[in-house]
């Protein structure tokens, strides 16, 4: 996959792509990142990409000029298909699934934006939708850009090494991932629950959707309004719904 990033501060993108499981799919060619300075499209001595807003009010606001001609530059080095998306506080919630319908395509442009936002005409003229990462306010668009990336590259073929990580872990089920554990058995008088010692795969099985069931009826209720449950799931959630939801799992 193929992935371009509109931004003022390129090194801040490929500084943070070096690290971990996508760094390690770069190094093997299962994506590409790049970057676009919108600086470069400029024709003055101080490389000017931002201007007050009309109207007036606190803050600048990224010229239409520079951003448009990165925008269509880093577009033009994409496969044909690939959407341009804006990273912003008024976007649509980026979540798990519309991370697998990123990791479908061939290629992605992210446009990170700076300052008090970017001009309207660019994201009538220069975007075809908008993501937001949360509910509160950033310096800029990279760290979200880096977000994007890191959920739609783990979704990548061969870039986990085991592909059932991206299957079994948080959200992939519409619910909260259940606790995890490894060596020693016993950590400062806290064990290992028994049931992940026993061999028997289907209680592990049992155990690991009734934690992960519980966590999110404790942390998460309004995941549970747009799950896709199994019968098995169905029948656990009943049984801590019938218990008051006391259920609520080693916490992580």
């Given at each position: 996959m193929k992935i371009e990033v509109v931004t003022l501060f390129p090194r801040m993108i490929a500084g943070a792509?070096?690290?971990?499981?996508?760094?390690?799919?770069?190094?093997?060619?299962?994506?590409?990142?790049?970057?676009?300075?919108?600086?470069?499209?400029?024709?003055?001595?101080?490389?000017?990409?931002?201007?007050?807003?009309?109207?007036?009010?606190?803050?600048?606001?990224?010229?239409?000029?520079?951003l448009m001609a990165a925008i269509r530059a880093a577009h033009a080095r994409l496969p044909g298909g690939a959407p341009r998306v804006v990273l912003c506080a008024q976007g649509q919630p980026f979540d798990q699934a519309q991370a697998q319908e990123l990791a479908q395509l061939p290629g992605l442009l992210l446009i990170a934006g700076r300052y008090e936002g970017i001009d309207e005409r660019v994201i009538a003229l220069g975007s075809d939708r908008q993501l937001s990462i949360g509910d509160?306010?950033?310096?800029?668009?990279?760290?979200?850009?880096?977000t994007v990336i890191d959920a739609v590259a783990r979704l990548l073929p061969g870039v986990l090494g085991d592909e059932r990580s991206s299957v079994e872990e948080s959200f992939a089920a519409g619910l909260l991932d259940w606790p995890h554990?490894?060596?020693?058995?016993?950590?400062?008088?806290?064990?290992?629950?028994?049931?992940?010692l026993s061999g028997d795969h289907a209680g592990i099985q049992?155990?690991?959707?009734?934690?992960?069931?519980?966590?999110t009826v404790h942390r998460r209720p309004d995941l549970l309004r747009k799950a896709q449950l199994s019968d098995q799931a169905r029948r656990l959630l009943n049984e801590i719904e019938a218990r008051g939801g006391k259920d609520r799992g080693k916490q992580k």
């Open positions: 792509l070096e690290f971990g499981v996508i760094g390690r799919a770069i190094a093997r060619g299962l994506l590409s990142v790049g970057t676009e300075d919108p600086r470069t499209h400029t024709s003055d001595v101080h490389r000017t990409v931002d201007d007050r807003p009309y109207g007036g009010g606190p803050g600048m606001v990224m010229k239409p000029e520079p509160y306010v950033l310096s800029g668009g990279e760290l979200p850009a880096l554990y490894t060596r020693p058995e016993i950590f400062e008088g806290e064990a290992v629950p028994a049931v992940l049992r155990w690991r959707l009734q934690q992960a069931l519980a966590r």
